[in-house]
């Protein structure tokens, strides 16, 4: 069976486009958003969602914010396109059920796949309750991640909001092609960020550091 070329589709998406649109864009960190942003900025006007309670441990999450905060003041003032920010609560035990029953499995896996799925879905609900023409995520950006997980994921919420009579669609895409990695590398260089060595959970704690984290196992 062909694969499905996400990187084509998000091109035809934007081909398609009546004038600029608003976008909701979840975003796992800074270096990753930066070649996403770039890529995205003259078609949409972009609200980076940062929402990440996988991310471990707070002070790690704090730190990614900040970087993310600061790099869309750095490109703010670069161009004439301004980017929002939105963050939500801080609030691991969200990881924790997600995943529940998947905590031992290996990066790349099911777990992967439960996490992908609630912050994409808490984006698309407020991406329909904030009248988003669309929504969707840098999470392909990175070659450690299943983009086409990623993107069923996106499909699947786009096809709940019509259902219910919703509007906003999901922005299908594999930004780590046409070189989007490397160019997220060279321009996290450009802007001196922060590049983390880690995806944000540690699912292999002990059980007393598990509970210490994200509150018993479920």
């Known amino acids: 069976m062909e694969k499905t070329n996400y990187n084509e589709k998000m091109k035809e998406i934007i081909s398609n486009l009546d004038g600029r649109k608003t976008l909701l864009l979840h975003s796992c960190c800074g270096p990753c958003s930066s070649a996403v942003i770039e890529k995205l900025q003259n078609f949409f006007d972009i609200t980076v969602f940062y929402y990440n309670p996988n991310i471990l441990p707070k002070d790690e999450y704090e730190k990614r914010k900040k970087e993310q905060m600061r790099l869309i003041e750095m490109l703010n003032a ?28 290996k990066e790349g896996s099911e777990r992967c796949k439960h996490c992908y799925f609630f912050r994409l879905e808490k984006t698309a609900h407020i991406a329909e309750k904030n009248g988003f023409n669309f929504f969707g995520t840098t999470l392909s950006v990175s070659p450690h991640k299943n983009a086409a997980w990623i993107n069923e994921i996106l499909m699947d919420l786009e096809n709940k909001i019509l259902i219910n009579g919703g509007k906003a669609k999901a922005l299908l895409a594999d930004f780590k092609k046409e070189n989007g ?38």
Not at 88 to 93: L, Q, R
Request: charged fraction near 30%.
């Open 181 to 218: 990695y490397l160019r997220s590398l060279k321009l996290s260089k450009e802007f001196g960020l922060y590049r983390q060595d880690y995806c944000g959970c540690r699912p292999n704690l002990s059980e007393n550091n598990w509970n210490k984290s994200f509150g018993k196992p479920c």
């Open 78 to 105: 670069k161009h004439e396109n301004k980017i929002k920010f939105l963050d939500s609560d801080y609030n691991p035990s969200e990881f924790a059920n997600a995943i529940c029953g998947f905590e031992n499995e």
